[in-house]
């Protein structure tokens, strides 16, 4: 199977990666033979097979709609590259 | 005792000694402390080394057995893969993009060691985000194999398997997606146990691809492995997918006797390409002594397990595409500085921060769950997956234990397959059936190659059958005698 250069850019940028342009050529060759690799999937019949969902069978599991213990604020920004007031902060949004 | 006979202690016996105060947990942490000083840069397995964290928990663990209210790992010094969250630790998946991400929580199973009074050394090196089988994609460091330093330890578990083997901790535990854990034990000569998908909460461990990953042991023999796996499995509501079912002593399921044990052969498996001879005739000596010990071994079928590859490399990509999606530069880790926008910050952080397996997986998740092909490719993986279950139901029809060899070679040369990647993804080839179909698996040594590197013997139970595989894989330990023989190092 034959991936172009421009498939993996438009791939790159559904996934937010920057790839640079010397390595698409790679990219491009290494996801064409997985993905040929795995057109033998395509001969198998799988009319009427539903496809696995979970490996276990187990049904939904709910638990009561309860207020419980969660991460305070301060904790959850202890991580952020950049807090502010709060909250965290991130480049100019609208371009 | 020597410090260094100290450190070849397995869990069982270090349990004993301490519980009779022959020696203390200081004593023994110290020493395996004092093991790592000396062979960590030969084997490079640490990620973080938690010296100052692990001799407080000994101090913890001396108490609590002096008052004889010890937990069941009281004292007992273990390693920890770096995707398991450990409060206040650094955890980095071996990733730049985790780069000085410290866990404000605990996983559930750290939650659990820590009640049972682990003493965590610290933290191992893998495959960046679990993404590999020769732990050669971490952003950090390459781990060696103990019985050759050249060669790989396999992955991604690779670390947590090398350090048992070269006795830098007593136990550890790793995680398994496609064979992540018993690939590497079967490298280095340990035993890895991946349980039922469900079994072990998976609350707190970084995710790879949801519907497969699996936390479980490696230690140096079965009955340590058992003792583990009784400590961290278990419901956990924090995790929707873990299943509410009793947890038994799995230590007081170990019997040294296959009587009346069915074995499977899958026919399908011993026709697979580029399988070592060595490996095979390893495997075909293990079957003897099974069937000299009284077990049967039959020929079964899995007739779609020439697709479990294709299907496994499908799945597992695209769920990992999607659980990678959190990783933006916003909330914790890596944020590549000076982006214009924040569109821009989001694609100079993950380029910057992912390294060239992790990428090529996104990019191929992407791909197969991209408009206009999730039907053909996601989908039908999906539907591949029901096939390999309905393989899996039958056989266990016909047998009560699948056997075959855990990967198809012994380790292999650091390098050798880093630049095919499809070739690596064949070393996965008899272990990652198990993940698509949710069933447990253990990879326990049973033999060498000419030269001196371990070969697995895979075994693989039914759903929540771990009772009856440990039991098996105890009775064929005992049988064979090999797990005795360690890395000269």
Known sequence: MKITKQEVRHVAELARLDIEEKDLDRFARELGDILEYAEKLGRVDTTDVAPTSHAVEICNAFRPDLVTKHLDREEALKNAPEPEEGSFAVPRVIE | ?489
């Open chain 2, 1 to 489: 005792m020597t410090e260094g006979d100290l450190c070849e202690l397995s869990i069982s016996a270090a349990q004993k000694m301490l519980r009779c105060g022959e020696i203390s947990a200081v004593e023994l942490t110290n020493a395996v402390l004092e093991r790592i000083r000396s062979k960590e840069p030969e084997i490079n397995a640490f990620i973080t080394i938690t010296e100052d964290l692990a001799r407080k928990q000994a101090q913890q663990a001396d108490k609590t057995i002096a008052e004889g209210s010890a937990g069941p790992l009281a004292g007992i010094p273990m390693a920890i893969k770096d995707l398991i969250c450990t409060k206040g630790v650094a955890t980095t998946c071996a990733s730049r993009i985790l780069e000085g991400f410290i866990p404000p929580y605990d996983a559930t199973v750290m939650e659990r060691l820590n009640a049972a009074g682990a003493v965590m050394l610290g933290k191992l090196n893998m495959d960046e985000f679990a993404m590999g089988s020769s732990n050669e994609n971490s952003a950090f460091k390459i781990t060696r194999n103990p019985w050759d330093l050249s060669r790989i330890p396999g992955g991604s578990s690779g670390a947590s398997a090398a350090a048992v083997a070269a006795d830098l901790c007593l136990g550890a535990l790793g995680s398994d997606t496609g064979g992540s854990i018993r690939q590497p034990a079967a490298h280095c000569g340990v035993v890895g146990l991946k349980p039922t998908y469900g079994r072990v909460s998976r609350f707190g461990l970084v995710a790879f691809a949801s519907s497969l990953d699996q936390i479980g042991p490696l230690a140096g023999n079965v009955e340590d492995a058992a003792i583990i796996l009784s400590v961290i499995a278990g419901y956990d509501p924090r995790d929707a997918t873990s299943v509410d079912k009793a947890v038994p002593d799995y230590r007081t399921c170990l019997a040294a006797d296959v009587k009346g044990l069915k074995f499977g052969i899958p026919a399908e498996y011993l026709e697979t390409e580029g399988m070592d001879p060595a490996v095979k005739a390893a495997f075909e000596k293990a079957t003897e002594t099974l069937v000299r010990a009284g077990a049967q071994c039959i020929e079964i079928s899995l007739p779609h397990t020439d697709h479990a590859l294709p299907a496994y490399y499908l799945i597992a990509p695209a769920e990992a595409s999607s659980n990678l999606a959190r990783y933006d530069g916003v909330k914790y880790g890596f944020r590549a500085p000076d982006a214009d926008g924040l569109k821009q910050m989001y694609a100079l952080t993950r380029s910057g921060g992912f390294g060239p397996e992790v990428k090529r997986r996104v990019l191929l998740g992407t791909y197969a769950l991209s408009a206009g092909y999730y039907d053909a490719y996601y989908k039908k993986a999906s539907q591949i997956r029901t096939l390999i279950q309905r393989d899996f139901a039958a056989a266990f029809e016909k047998c009560d234990i699948i056997l075959s060899p855990t990967a198809p070679t012994a380790a292999f040369e650091i390098g050798e397959k880093t630049d095919d990647p499809l070739q690596m993804y064949l070393s996965d080839i008899f272990t990652l059936s198990a993940n698509l179909a949710g069933i447990p698996g253990i990879s326990v040594p049973c033999g060498f190659t000419e030269n001196n590197l371990p070969i697995g013997l895979q075994m693989m139970g039914n759903h929540f059958a771990e009772d009856s595989l440990l039991k098996a894989a105890y009775a064929y330990e005992q049988q064979a005698g090999i797990y005795e023989k360690k890395p000269v190092i």
